[in-house]
């Protein structure tokens, strides 16, 4: 059964930082990667796909990369701002005929 | 529309009675997806549709919980004889293809009391 981990839990940083969330996932035969943000008492925003056999995808100051034989990915947000205050949530996409399996996020807070 | 709608956003009912939650997806999109998101936790997968095929209810956690999906349109989810531990948000989702980008409703909030 695959398992997605998220680390760190929770994550504050002033403004202005660059930082690197990550995710691992434990079977490898995954159709595809993708990352998600939760604002409280929402539903989730799409923010990269990346299929299994890309290795990266970049949006705006976002940057997912995907190393697959190792079941692991990253987001990097760079020039962080106090509007990337979310949850970022990981999730993937096995072989199987269930849906995505998603890991259990990281609480971002971005002080001003 | 042109994301994925929900309906109701919240509901609140007594324990023992029966829901109905509704999901639109986009258009064109041929699979669905409910989740369920407990407070404080991650999402369970409960049921997946793709176009005709016969829906994937590996995840629903048991014989209370059905859903339907009438072609590649609406989709309702159901609970019948709701329990308190059935209070979270359930969200729906779409997708193009099966490995496409989903896309995510606002959810249903739903409190059991």
């Known amino acids: 059964k695959q398992e997605v981990t998220q680390i760190p839990a929770a994550l504050s940083v002033p403004e202005g930082e660059n930082l690197v969330l990550n995710c691992s996932f434990t079977?490898?035969?995954?159709?595809?990667l993708q990352w998600f943000r939760q604002d409280p008492g929402k539903g989730l925003t799409s923010l990269l796909l990346?299929?299994?056999?890309?290795r990266e995808q970049t949006s705006g100051r976002l940057n997912a990369s995907l190393d697959k034989s190792s079941g692991r990915s990253t987001l990097y947000i760079a020039a962080s701002q106090p509007g990337d205050s979310a949850t970022y949530l990981c999730?993937?996409?096995?072989?199987?005929?269930?849906?995505?399996?998603f890991g259990k996020g990281t609480h971002l807070i971005i002080q001003p | 529309g042109a994301g994925v709608s929900q309906s109701p956003s919240n509901k609140v009912t007594e324990k023992g009675k029966d829901v109905e939650l509704r999901c639109d997806p986009i258009s064109g999109h041929t699979a669905l997806y409910w989740y369920r998101q407990r407070l404080g936790q991650g999402l369970e997968f409960l049921i997946y549709?793709?176009?005709?095929?016969?829906?994937?209810k590996s995840g629903l956690p048991s014989d209370r919980f059905s859903a339907e999906r009438t072609g590649e349109s609406v989709s309702t989810l159901t609970i019948q004889r709701t329990q308190q531990e059935d209070s979270a948000v359930y969200l729906c989702a779409s997708s193009l293809v099966r490995s496409g980008e989903l896309f995510f409703g606002e959810g249903s909030r739903l409190t059991v009391l």
């Open positions: 549709f793709q176009g005709n095929s016969a829906p994937d």
């Open positions: 999730a993937v996409q096995g072989g199987g005929a269930d849906g995505l399996t």
């Open positions: 990346i299929q299994s056999s890309q």
């Open positions: 079977d490898s035969a995954i159709y595809n």
